[in-house]
């Protein structure tokens, strides 16, 4: 099993950046692919990325190309979500979640997650 917590959230203006981090402790976290979710207030939980297990391959939401960065360092067992060039929609609570299988992670279909972090972007 895999226990995840998420930090790194907080209030900025449109346009600014914030990096969250997802601190995993449990046993075999480097085999584990790694995924950030969001929900916005009286919306659906959404995928924002995912990142294997290596690091070698990355998949993003379209609503998030190009402006977010999913990393992670095995040796610190942690997973980071760069946000660049924030808008107010992106405000939500934001969610680690972690899988053996890299498609679980991008469907959400997991048991593991985190219990999550709220960034909010002001316009």
């Known amino acids: 099993q895999v226990q995840l917590v998420e930090s790194g959230g907080g209030l900025v203006q449109a346009g600014g950046s914030l990096r969250l981090s997802c601190a995993a402790s449990?046993?075999?976290?480097?085999?584990?692919?790694m995924g950030w979710f969001r929900q916005a207030p009286g919306k659906e939980r959404e995928f924002v990325a995912a990142i294997t297990w290596s690091g070698g391959s990355t998949y993003y939401a379209d609503s998030v190309k190009g402006r977010f960065t999913i990393s992670r360092d095995n040796a610190k067992n942690t997973v980071y979500l760069q946000m660049n060039s924030l808008k107010p929609e992106d405000t939500a609570v934001y969610y680690c979640?972690?899988?053996?299988?890299?498609?679980?992670?991008?469907?959400?279909?997991?048991?593991?997650w985190g219990q999550g972090t709220q960034v909010t972007v002001s316009s």
């Open positions: 449990g046993r075999s976290y480097s085999r584990y692919a």
């Open positions: 979640a972690a899988d053996r299988i890299f498609h679980t992670v991008v469907t959400g279909n997991t048991d593991y």
